[in-house]
Structure formats: C-alpha cells, structure tokens
C-alpha cells in the first residue's frame, strides 16, 4: 500500500535547526512532484514548499524563503526539509504530499502523510 511517513520532527529552539524526512512506498516515486504543506493550530493548511518529480524546480512559500530547503533523493524514494533559523511562527504540524496528474486526463492521484509536529519555543 501506498505509505508517506515523515520523521524528525520536535522542539527546536528558535534560531535552531531541523530536518524532516519523509519516506515514501507503495508507488512510483520519481514520478510525482512532491511538497512539504503545514498547518498551526486554527490556521489552515498551507504549501511551505514543492519540488518536482527530478529536483528541478523548486518553490517556496515567502515566509520560509532563505530558510528552508527542499530536496529529494529518488533513488531512497526521500523528501527532505532542511530548515534553519527557525522561528516561533514555524511551529505546527508538517505533511509530506506526494501528487501526479494521469498521463492524458486531468486526474490527479495525489497521496498524504499523517504529519510530524515540529514546535519551535525556548
């Protein structure tokens, strides 16, 4: 079955860094454009960053820009998310998504984990 599972989450002093990884199985990893999305408590989801399915493109939301970085290693079929100077307004719960369109239809197969917390406090 289709399985992401990230790891490394936990609590980082602010200016601290942190680095998630998500480990996928069950499907064809390199073909699938992968993100790292976060939610704080009353606050909804959001993108942080994504990159697509080789590593050639990479965005980031503005708030983590210069902070973050996202990679991938398709051979371990691994996302990663280095974050360094964390702050306060990092802390939540951050999910690795995993989504392809269907090859000539407009379906998407897109795949969710359950989520690592990372609480950034001193």
């Known amino acids: 079955q289709v399985q992401l599972v990230e790891s490394g989450g936990g609590l980082v002093q602010p200016g601290g860094s942190l680095r998630l990884s998500c480990a996928g199985s069950?499907?064809?990893?390199?073909?699938?454009?992968m993100s790292w999305y976060r939610q704080a408590p009353g606050k909804e989801r959001e993108l942080v960053a994504a990159?697509?399915?080789?590593?050639?493109?990479?965005n980031y939301a503005d708030s983590v820009k210069g902070r973050f970085t996202i990679s991938r290693d398709n051979a371990k079929n691994m996302l990663y998310l280095q974050m360094n100077s964390l702050e306060p307004e990092d802390t939540a719960v951050y999910y690795c998504?995993?989504?392809?369109?269907?090859?000539?239809?407009?379906?998407?197969?897109?795949?969710w984990g359950k989520g690592t917390l990372v609480t950034v406090s001193s």
């Open positions: 990159i697509s399915n080789f590593g050639g493109s990479t």
């Open positions: 069950g499907f064809t990893f390199n073909i699938y454009a």
């Open positions: 998504y995993a989504k392809r369109v269907v090859p000539l239809t407009t379906r998407q197969v897109d795949y």
